[in-house]
């Protein structure tokens, strides 16, 4: 990857592929008096803007699926490339995550 990396003159700082993965699994089952209470993932839209692709995969819930939030970056990518990344990667997340 460094030599393709070199071969193509990129950037300090930037990769052949502008994706970033962010993988989060924690235990917030919680119960205070006996009542239950659910996490929720809030993207606070801070995501760099160097990047076309940001996956974040959660799993918070031993008994919820996991959840898989795409930002992405039009200016990277066509509307229709995107959505048909999203489609494959979603799929092969699933396969991998169940």
Same mark, same amino acid.
């Given at each position: 990857?460094?030599?393709?990396?070199?071969?193509?003159?990129? =950037?300090?700082?930037?990769?052949?592929?502008?994706?970033?993965?962010?993988?989060?699994?924690? @235990?917030? +089952?919680? *119960? %205070? !008096?006996?009542?239950?209470?659910?996490?929720?993932?809030?993207?606070?839209?801070?995501?760099? =803007?160097?990047?076309?692709?940001?996956?974040?995969?959660?799993?918070?819930?031993?008994?919820? @699926?996991? +959840?898989? *939030? %795409? !930002?992405?970056?039009?200016?990277?990518?066509?509307?229709?490339?995107?959505?048909?990344?999203?489609?494959?990667?979603?799929?092969?997340?699933?396969?991998?995550?169940?």
């Amino acid at each position: 990857m460094s030599e393709i990396n070199r071969q193509t003159a990129l =950037q300090h700082g930037r990769g052949l592929f502008d994706v970033t993965l962010s993988y989060a699994k924690h @235990d917030y +089952d919680v *119960y %205070f !008096d006996g009542a239950s209470t659910r996490s929720t993932f809030l993207a606070n839209g801070s995501y760099p =803007q160097g990047h076309g692709l940001f996956i974040t995969i959660k799993e918070f819930h031993q008994q919820n @699926d996991v +959840d898989i *939030y %795409f !930002d992405d970056n039009l200016g990277f990518f066509e509307e229709d490339g995107i959505e048909r990344l999203k489609g494959r990667l979603e799929f092969l997340l699933g396969g991998i995550l169940r």
